[in-house]
């Protein structure tokens, strides 16, 4: 079964600066597998990115994926305040799916 | 616009049994899988179960293998987690999912209690 390892667990940010979020996966996964989801604060979580580089509808530009391999990162160029939440990776293991332990992105 | 809205969630004791359910709406339900997520208190996130459009495949974690069950209704849009033996380790908020590869659309969950 393949593990997911997000790094940092939490960071802390000013808006308007650059967020990098790592997941690392355990061994070589097909980037077509690795999904990206935002969650805030008493809600669902929302997909931000699939197939490792692809926004999903609706998703700004500031947002962007990268990574293959195990190495995957989720960009936010531009913090604006209604981003600082939880960030999980995910990865379809066809069929069972496995997410990362999630990063924190909080107001510095 | 995709609406995904769960029911079911409960106090339920140890041992005890309860059925979800998720009314679909905003998509053809009978073209894609559908998945279940949940998440603990506090937690991370964790699959539970996919069934395909069909539903006559169904896949699951092995923490709910053999306790829980996922049907789906077509004529209705709905889908269905049956949760039997029902422990300590499956309190969560129980999210259902459109996709199978990933989670396009999440609904806004359904809080699961297991206490004595």
């Known amino acids: 079964e393949i593990v997911l390892t997000q790094s940092p667990g939490t960071v802390s940010l000013s808006p308007g600066e650059r967020a990098t979020l790592s997941c690392r996966a355990s061994?070589?996964?097909?980037?077509?597998?690795l999904a990206w989801y935002q969650q805030k604060p008493g809600q669902a979580p929302g997909l931000l990115i699939y197939?490792?580089?692809s926004r999903a509808t609706g998703i700004p530009d500031r947002f962007s994926g990268s990574g293959s391999g195990t190495d995957f990162t989720l960009t936010i160029t531009r913090l604006e305040p209604e981003d600082f939440a939880v960030y999980y990776c995910?990865?379809?293991?066809?069929?069972?799916?496995?997410f990362g332990q999630g990063t924190k992105v909080e107001i510095k | 616009e995709v609406q995904l809205l769960e029911s079911g969630g409960d106090l339920v004791q140890p041992g005890g049994s309860l059925r979800l359910s998720c009314a679909a709406s905003?998509?053809?339900?009978?073209?894609?899988?559908m998945t279940w997520v949940r998440q603990p208190p506090g937690k991370g996130l964790e699959w539970v179960s996919t069934?395909?459009?069909?539903?006559?495949?169904?896949y699951y974690a092995d923490s709910v293998k053999g306790r829980f069950t996922v049907s789906r209704d077509n004529s209705k849009n709905t889908l269905y987690l049956q949760m039997n033996s029902l422990t300590v380790e499956d309190p969560a908020v129980y999210y259902c999912?459109?996709?199978?590869?990933?989670?396009?659309?999440w609904g806004q969950g359904t809080l699961v209690t297991v206490s004595s």
């Open positions: 999912v459109k996709g199978a590869l990933s989670g396009d659309n």
């Open positions: 061994q070589s996964v097909t980037r077509y597998n």
């Open positions: 069934i395909n459009n069909r539903g006559d495949e169904t």
């Open positions: 197939s490792a580089s």
């Open positions: 905003g998509f053809t339900f009978s073209n894609y899988a």
């Open positions: 995910q990865h379809y293991g066809s069929p069972s799916w496995t």
